[in-house]
């Protein structure tokens, strides 16, 4: 019910939507006089303003087109390389890479934004690197007949996807996925499957929410799981391919993120008012530009988004030695030659400091010459994996790490 409520609802904010849309065309037209009087730039931005955040919004495109390297300029080809229906691989390369390039999978979250919200993480990996990443699927776009996808169907993703990019391939993991990808290389490790990742990046991942509680573990464990099930999850509308399909609507993980941090949204919002009144485009565009990809968000299926709620938030399975997959339990002890690097941001009010440098007392069988952490100072979430610090500081970290530790450098793989 909620669900086509939203759709109602939404219907009307596109029609709204392209009258403003339209009439701040009309106004910002040099030929027009009205335009440039009296209220005239006023009201045509502030349209402007509610246009843009109302718009409806699909799936952004990635669109590196080109890296920069050395003083060149390299054609960057994307392309999906394993199609499977809750998500594909796709794969970044370009010329300007060496035959022996390292080649790293990052693994993005299911959490409510596309895959593209690491946009800027691709970028600054592929000037040393084939980039590989999850691309995951909208849920109310996947069929019925496809079947359901969960916790155990994300690591069995991630392990597929390793097996296809080969043996001595890095992982990268930010946020969510850092505890499937930490269980994934267990996993492998276990069975002694010689595509194992060389290395484990995790950024800003929630290993264990016991330490740093921020305001979203505290939801997590403070509501009962039928207050998830009885409000959060909805039923897909039957216009869509994935009709009838329970998920956790990206509508409402939105409102969720916006609740969050209304304030500095809506100054944000005022600023971008107050760009387009002083004709300062160039500030105007870089807003617009972050909304674009903030505000587009995608559902998630409601078997995944509950399992994880329950063994991530309230249960702590994993750093408990109690998360299972298909029916084994995943044993950390079993990491011995996989290097892992956890990364965390001074200032991550998502995934708190310590959350994810719990991942290296969880893995006794891994030498300390294997481990390492990095604590970035007077950094956010975001800014660990995005923006002038990730780019700067924190990407040679990781590329390092990297390097010191390609599998060639390690024991033979089994």
């Known amino acids: ?91 970044f390369t370009h010329s300007g890479l060496p035959a022996d390039r390292p080649k790293v999978l990052i693994v993005a979250p299911m959490s409510g ?18 980039v590989y990443i999850t691309d995951w699927a909208d849920a109310k776009m996947v069929p019925m007949a496809d079947g359901l996808f969960d916790l155990d169907d994300y690591i069995d993703y991630i392990i597929e996807f390793l097996e296809h990019i080969g043996p001595g391939a890095h992982m990268v993991a930010v946020c969510q996925p850092s505890v499937p990808a930490f269980a994934a290389t267990a996993v492998m490790a276990d069975d002694g499957n010689p595509c194992r990742p060389a290395t484990l990046t995790m950024m800003g991942g929630p290993i264990d929410t016991r330490e740093g509680p921020t305001e979203v573990n505290e939801m997590a464990v403070n509501r009962p799981m039928h207050w998830f099930k009885q409000y959060l999850i909805q039923t897909v509308p039957m216009h869509y391919p ?63 988004y509950l399992q994880t709620v329950n063994a991530v938030f309230k249960e702590y399975l994993l750093p408990r030695g109690l998360l299972t997959h298909r029916g084994k339990t995943v044993d950390l002890g079993k990491i011995t030659d996989t290097a892992i690097l956890c990364v965390e941001g001074e200032r991550d009010d998502i995934s708190g400091v310590g959350q994810t440098k719990a991942a290296l007392a969880l893995t006794p069988g891994l030498p300390d010459a294997l481990k390492k952490y990095h604590l970035h100072p007077g950094v956010g979430h975001y800014g660990i994996f995005n923006g002038s610090k990730w780019r700067g500081k924190i990407a040679p970290v990781v590329e390092k790490w990297m390097a010191d530790h390609a599998r060639p450098k390690l024991q033979a793989v089994a």
């Not at 939404?10 to 009439?23: C, E, G, I, K, P």
């Not at 593209?116 to 691709?122: E, N, Q, W």
């Not at 008012?273 to 300062?280: I, N, Q, R, S, T």
């Open 1 to 91: 019910m909620l669900y086509s409520l939203y759709e109602i609802q939404q219907a009307w904010r596109s029609s709204a939507t392209a009258m403003a849309s339209v009439t701040a065309e009309w106004l910002n037209n040099p030929k027009n006089p009205v335009g440039s009087m009296g209220f005239g730039p006023t009201i045509s931005s502030a349209l402007e303003v509610f246009a843009h955040a109302a718009e409806p919004r699909g799936k952004p495109a990635f669109g590196i087109g080109t890296v920069h390297m050395d003083g060149k300029t390299h054609e960057v080809t994307e392309a999906d390389v394993l199609h499977k229906p809750f998500g594909n691989l796709k794969r």
């Open 113 to 130: 934004h596309y895959a593209t919200l690491l946009r800027g993480t691709v970028e600054r990996m592929l000037h040393n690197a084939e």
């Open 242 to 304: 994935g009709a009838g399909r329970k998920v956790y609507p990206g509508f409402l993980q939105l409102s969720g993120f916006m609740s969050m941090n209304l304030s500095n949204h809506m100054m944000s919002q005022y600023g971008l008012f107050k760009h387009l009144v002083a004709g300062d485009g160039e500030s105007a565009d870089a807003t617009k530009t972050f909304y674009d990809e903030y505000l587009s968000v995608c559902d998630m299926t409601a078997e995944f």
